[in-house]
């Protein structure tokens, strides 16, 4: 491991174990996996260089992002570079022996370190390298949370192939500049596992929400409910995850949504369906039958509306105008209304009349994912830009409340987010019926 890592990694170490001796049980865990992360992050395994002495080695660990031809200070060539996400090794290696006769540090913007814009655009320390073969360039390039690009040697220094040269911390990119005659033996590559690792922890969850409702009892419903609960969690982040990372693709996309039928659409229809009908009193009356009867109909309709909801989303994506609206419910907020429900009130239905109204709202769910009414994504929020302290502090103090009064708080925030998009809509129809009065 490079000192640098000690340096990040010990003190929530200290910190874990303070935490720990107090019983601060959570707290602690947190800590002591943070530094654990940090440890492996940092990690400085040692790599099998050629012997070949022509050979010319990667600078990075990584995913080769772009191979091209690219000339450089006039002269033609090719450029390999190397996409770094957190888990790959970020120490920085010299691609061939020789002297570094230049070193430049170019200080720029911190875009996402697989975008195309980022080899020139980002913070970088350019590496001219003069070797027996020709001159090589390479550069350490920051990215969206790289922000310290780290160089052990300077210009002037003698370096062999495959010597350590320095890190960028905490995910980058490196590009390696070679002359035309260079004989490549890499290609664009692909890699699909940290995201595909978040799409199944989602169909692993409602999964679980399934097998829980069909349990049924009051712990199996709340547990069923906070397993939905994750699933939108783990939902939220393999987009991000595999646009971060640069690896998102078709399978990914469909992957993603037939993960979603099963824990926004199967899960909780069978968790509505058996929270609000299975506890009634009187199973064997008429009236109970025939709500069960209209229970499933109505739960039925949820399932297609949700499956209708994902294909429409795939085809049409977002809201004309940018990614600030969906067009209809998410299918996360109508599946986290149902479990926020069963989350909040936990004793299953036992009056017939609430059990009409209950399942009545899956069926007005389903209806509202297969509309038109626009509802806010949230994906226009500078979640990545540097904040004021005043908003971090108010995001740790809305974390607390949630954890500490989840019940009511998911309640009311689920409902009002369904709430909010038809007011809303109602908003701009009158809006628009006025407009279209005056100019009458």
Known sequence: MVKEGYYFGLPPFALGAAALFLRWTFAGVILLCL????????????????????????????????VTEEENAGRPGKRVSIFLAIWNVHVNRSPAAGIITKMNYCPGKFSAAMRECASTDNEQNVITLATDSGEITFKQIAGLIARRVVCWKKS?????????????RFGSRA???LPRDSELLVKVGDLFLLPAI????????????????????????????????????????????????????EFGVQFDSLADVVSFGVAPALMAYAWGVRSLPGQDTLSVEQISQFGWICCLAFL???????????????????????VGLPTPAAAGVIAAFVHGFKTPIHDERWAMAWLFLAAVLGALMTSTIRYYSFKDVPW???????????????????????????TLFASAYVAGGLILQIVRVLRHRVASSRTA
């Open 35 to 66: 530094a654990a992360f940090i440890f492996y992050f940092f990690r400085d395994p040692e790599r099998v260089i050629p012997a070949d002495p022509g050979a010319i080695v990667s600078p990075a660990d990584g995913r080769v992002v772009v």
């Open 156 to 168: 002037g220094d003698r370096v062999a192939r495959g010597e350590r040269i320095g890190l960028v």
């Open 175 to 177: 590009d390696l500049w």
């Open 198 to 249: 978040f799409t199944v922890g989602n169909l692993l969850c409602g999964y679980y929400a399934c097998v829980a409702s069909l349990m049924g009892g009051f712990d199996q419903f709340d547990r069923a409910a906070k397993a939905i609960g994750f699933a939108i969690l783990f939902d939220s982040l393999d987009g991000r995850v595999a646009r971060m990372t640069g690896t998102s693709s």
């Open 304 to 326: 297609i509306c949700c499956a209708w909801r994902l294909a429409r989303f795939n085809v049409q994506g977002m809201a004309p105008g940018g990614s600030k609206n969906f």
């Open 384 to 410: 990545t830009r540097r904040q004021p302290s005043l908003a971090i502090v108010l995001l740790c103090l809305f974390v607390a409340v949630v954890w500490k009064y989840s019940e009511v708080v998911l």
